[in-house]
């Protein structure tokens, strides 16, 4: 082979570059590369061809790969990295000519296998680029190859070289819609359309096409941002034994999107299809929030595959105990990325980077975030330097970013997680919520702490209500259906003799264990369901609930269905129609909550803001009386916003019998006529009515029926109509 120049410094000789005797075709390049550069890491195309960069501090060698096919079980080129030559300090990189993207690629990393040391590097291992922005999966995957001795070329994954540039946006940016004015919904981008009455054909349900097809139903319910369960590339062979890894808790890739969420298999199809629904969800004015995945990988313990990081510099992208045989496990998955470590802080925040740049995605969702502020032993750290990257960091400047700020390990920092700008589901809020409406004694104070931004958690900070993101259910649990129909979970079709997932789930059956025949029980469960709703959309706060909530979706008190890849898991669109009331009920209460249904002048606040700024005080059975005590079950909240010239009166009755509550007669110094807007005890159309259709309440009482809320209000321009 002769030699060419390219616009790179340096030239290899023919002997760097090898072909596959046993093949009879080649590659369309140039048979020739180049020394490359060390920025940026991972495979960036240029006009020339692509240039390949990847750290491996203690590696003695390393072997680029290329692929025609996925399943290919020899590489048809490789070109292997001369440590004299294409080398700089731990960066390995190589420039190859005429290469395009869709070129299928993948490492072999030579060096010492010496676990004390914690060294674990595996040639015959094919392993994935961590910068990698595509990734193609064979049909035979296997993750037991991967873990067993041998080669295992034709079963791997492999790394997709791509072109961000090549995409059309259409003048797409990330919408940075203010937190006030948003209403999250947790979704699973799979189990959203995969099920057979979703009306998605065959070849797009479960997939990004097939959600772009769902979107008029997201906007007909008025959310205005999905949280979407992991959609970077994971191992769905994460998981028992005859299982699928469901969740997507689980990644091998931090750049590159899941590969089976595409309906094109092609290798740029899931980049290019994610694209597509970012745009669409865009101009439906839905925000993307990605819940990412930063604590661990699918790599697993000591017994784990070798999939890329483990065969690439195990020291550097773990934490492991003393003995450096094994790993740390804060993450509860065998274990702990060491976020902190200076080069997976850079991979964390070039990923992150990465999906707002090239992907448009509006912000993230952090699981189990509280690893991410331990250090190379374990210990937390006041000021982690990855959190404060992530918070400084310009581009991310204006995204949404929401930390899980407890892990596996006991670590829990609700209410006093790092940073300035970091959001936090409020798992306080859901426990107290539960134990309200449930009925629970001593619950009343923590509820009414809750219901106004939980002042009691977040005390020490001054910062916007949204702070707390406010969820009674999420994917990790009860469905909001399963807490109230179950009091025990059902986990036995996880395989683990229902050990897994949490005892603690604060649910009540409402007198049945499951699915039930007797009329009461139901309307029981559907008053809760409404109760539980209501308290969360208008809590001061960022609202979030789970997909399919608003219809009453079941998964048979399963409360940790990650490796549930069936109809039990998938959204049943027939909910719609025998869940009608309650979907209904949603609908309404959110689009109250952020004023979709009133003149565009007074667009700019939604309800909850209006109501932050008029709160007046705390009430019983008697006005001005609320009773404190443990055995108390009920409670009032008044509101006055004079700049609206409107009163609000909550009642929240999780008493299991009638009480009649006082109303105030005056406001702003006039008398006042009180119209209810919402009695979850009444049944539907009269739960709850459009706003300007809300009936005349008759007298200066209100009996509130049991285990219900009510919401009233009245403008005090309109005069008394009481009897």
Known sequence: MSQTRSAEDGILGDDMLRTDPQRSHQLDIVPAASVGRSAPLGATVTSGGVNFS?????????????????????????????????????????????????????????????????????????????????????????????????????????????????????????????SSQTIVYEMHVKGFTRHPSSGVPEATRGTFRGLIEKIPYLQDLGISAVELLPVFQFDPQDCPPGRVNYWGYAPVSFFAPHQAYSSRQDPMGPVDEFRDMVKSLHRAGIEVILDVVFNHTAEGDHLGPTLSFRGLENNAY?????????YANYSGTGNTLNANHPIVRRMIVDSLRHWVEEMHVDGFRFDLASILARDSAGQVMSSPPV??????DPTLAGTKIIAEAWDAAGLYQVGSFVGDSWKEWNGRFRDDVRSFIRGEDGSLRRFADRLLGSHEI??????????????????????LNDLVSYNQKHNEANGEENRDGGDDNRSWNCGAEGPTSDPEIERLR?????????VMLLSLGLPMFLMGDEVRRTQQGNNNAYCQD????????????????FHRFVKLLIARRLLRDIGPERQRMTLIQLIRQGIRGWHGVKLDQPDWSSYSHSVALS????????????????????????????????????????????????????????????????R???RSVVVLWASVGEGPQHT
């Open 387 to 392: 959190l404060w990257d992530i918070e400084s």
């Open 704 to 706: 509130a029926g049991p």
């Open 54 to 178: 990847l750290y491996s501090r203690d590696a003695s060698g390393i072997e680029l790969l290329f692929f025609d096919h996925e399943d290919d079980r020899q590489p048809s080129h490789v070109i292997r990295l001369d440590q004299t030559v294409n080398r700089t300090y731990h960066y390995w990189h190589v420039f190859v000519p005429c290469l395009q993207a869709g070129q299928l690629y993948g490492y072999r990393v030579h060096g010492p296998l010496d676990p004390a040391k914690g060294m674990r590097f595996d040639p015959t291992k094919v392993l994935l680029d961590p910068y990698g922005r595509g990734v193609a999966v064979p049909r035979n995957y296997s993750r037991e190859a991967a873990r067993q001795k041998g080669d295992n070329a034709a079963t791997a994954m492999k790394s997709v070289v791509v072109d961000p540039g090549l995409y059309d946006w259409e003048g797409d940016t990330p919408l940075r819609r203010p």
């Open 566 to 581: 069936s109809e039990a898991n998938w959204l049943d669109w027939s909910l719609l129609v025998k869940h009608a009331d």
């Open 458 to 479: 977040y005390r020490y900070k001054e910062r916007e209500a949204e702070q707390s993101v406010n969820f009674v259910a999420c994917h990790d649990g009860f469905t």
């Open 318 to 326: 773990y934490l492991l105990e003393p003995d450096r045989s094994h």
């Open 639 to 702: 509101a006055e916003i004079s700049k609206e010239a409107l009163l609000f009166h909550f009642i929240f009755n999780s008493y299991w019998e009638p009480l009649d509550f006082e109303l105030p007669r005056t406001g702003m110094g006039k008398r006042v006529s009180w119209r209810r807007w919402i009695d979850t005890f009444q049944e539907a159309p009269e739960d709850i009515v459009p706003w300007q259709e809300a009936p005349i309440v008759p007298e200066y009482t209100y």
């Open 526 to 534: 559907n008053r809760q369901v409404k109760n539980f709703m209501t």
